[in-house]
């Protein structure tokens, strides 16, 4: 609404046509006053409203002052000049705020309107100064929608600031007496405190249907990883709570620290936060599952999986293998859950602990998976190497590890038995001098055997 569409002096300007003398004043959301942090879905701003509608509604008697009657003549010209009273607010906010300047036409006219039904309000609030001043929910539904999408909680701040500066060095000119301007003065003092604290509810409880929804948003992204959903929702969930798709993703699981949710991901967003990594997380039941984005491995993300570990409660945590996104990643939720399953095996497991360093744990309790992985890792590549380094592991780890029995079972010098051990951890990876590296051969040697006579491979 542009000023010309105020009317004459003495016309009610069509902002606050409708107005009645002692009556309720049906308000915009005052000087501009339009949570921006909402920008899903217009009907948080309705909710944060209706919040701070019913708290504005309940008697404030410690808060409320009685304030002395304002001479009908001061009034009057109030309602005569509000029109060009919001016109020289917004022109000023043109003046002092840059980012203003550059707004639409009809982003400036909205504001415009915000302000008139501002100066409509304090008007109805000075006929009646015993009454509450009524920022209630229906005050901030009749604001522009879009408000909310334009206006940031600091601009928002700038702009009450511009209007209450405006209208220190305006009123007092519409003053019939001196006890009238000093009345003005110190009247819009405690509306503009009023208008604050009513901005400052409105955004925060904006930002709580926010974060409650961001949260509902997360747990469903978390629960189609672990489900296995390919589904191009589970990627556009995940891109509106700022993931990267390229991402590489690892799938950590363990227990929860705590039975409060929101103490959960404040400590695991923290800890994140401070390794410099994204992450996406849900608790489900005393179970904690975290997606974290990045690599493990190499010397600059060393270290990472210890760290977000350490938010975890008591007990093992599980890490699944590190992989290339968020489409692969119910591989690694998967590979982790087992392992989780499977880690009572092994009470001496580090924290955290890699699904792959849990296969015999995992394959002793009937993961067909991880009896896959340990004959394409272990089995069939000793197989495929020879039956040389295969007779040498078998009699090695039946001897117990004694290298001179070892070769003398086999006919051969300890040296051929060093060399090929060391043929064997090349193509494993696994050493078998080490006691873990052992048992997770002679498992492995173990389900091949079985798989073969299966005719798996």
Known sequence: MGTGEMGPPGRVPRAYRGYRPGGPTRLRAPFGLGPRAVTWDSGFMSGAAERFGQDAQQPRAAHDHTWPEVSAKTLRNLERASGDLASATVAAMEQRLPWFRRMPANQRASILLVVQNGVAGFVAWLRDPKQVIRLTADAFRTAPKDISRWVSLRQTVELVRVALDMFEQRLPAFAAN???RDTLLSAVLRYGREIAFAAATSYAAAAE??????????ALVVDGVLRGDAEESLFSRASALGWDPAAEATVLV?????????????????RAARAGRAVLLGVQGTRLVVILAGPTEGPAARGVLARI?????????????????????????ADALSGLRAVVGWPAAPRPVR????????????????????????????????????????TFLEVGGVLETCAKRLFVHPNTVRYRLRRVAEITGRNANDPRDALVLRVALSVGRLARARGLW
């Open 209 to 218: 249907a926010r974060g409650a929804w961001d949260a509902r948003l997360e």
């Open 178 to 180: 001196p006890p009238d």
């Open 254 to 270: 363990g227990n929860s620290p705590s039975d409060d949710p929101p103490e959960v991901v404040y400590e695991v967003r923290s």
């Open 355 to 394: 699904s792959a360093e849990l296969l015999p744990e995992r394959a002793l309790a009937g993961d067909p998976e991880a009896e896959l992985q340990l004959v394409q890792r272990v089995a069939q590549p000793l197989e495929e190497a020879g039956g040389a380094l295969l007779a040498t592991v078998d």
């Open 309 to 333: 570990a350490e938010a975890f409660g008591e007990g093992p945590v599980v890490a699944g293998p590190t992989v290339p996104g968020l489409a692969e990643a119910h591989r690694s939720s």
